[in-house]
């Protein structure tokens, strides 16, 4: 078992800036990869960001590109999201997992996070 606690959310208004992070503990050395995920109020769960824990390979949705930023810290088995110039559609829950891949699909995913609320007011 993996376990993924993140942290980090709140509210922050459009232009400004935060960094989620993502503390994994167990069986981590299972996972391949971990990523970002975001829910916003009716709507489906959609990617943001992954990255491998081995190679620090990284990959984004279109929506966050050149915005934000997944990085990893191998030593303390935690992976970070720095969020800048935020806007009102950024608004979500966001998640943190773990799985198999650092791809965009969720299925690939097997451990998820509890879940932080971003909030961005315009």
């Known amino acids: 078992q993996v376990q993924l606690v993140e942290s980090g959310g709140g509210l922050v208004q459009a232009g400004g800036s935060l960094r989620l992070s993502c503390a994994a503990s167990?069986?981590?050395?299972?996972?391949?990869?971990m990523g970002w995920f975001r829910q916003a109020p009716g709507k489906e769960r959609e990617f943001g960001a992954a990255?491998?824990?081995?190679?620090?390979?990284?990959h984004y949705a279109d929506s966050v590109k050149g915005r934000f930023t997944i990085s990893r810290d191998n030593a303390k088995n935690t992976v970070y999201l720095q969020m800048n110039s935020l806007k009102s559609e950024d608004t979500a829950v966001y998640y943190c997992?773990?799985?198999?891949?650092?791809?965009?699909?969720?299925?690939?995913?097997?451990?998820w996070g509890q879940g932080t609320q971003v909030t961005v007011s315009s």
């Open positions: 997992a773990a799985g198999v891949s650092n791809s965009s699909w969720s299925g690939d995913y097997e451990y």
């Open positions: 990255i491998s824990w081995s190679s620090g390979s990284t």
């Open positions: 167990g069986r981590t050395g299972s996972t391949y990869g």
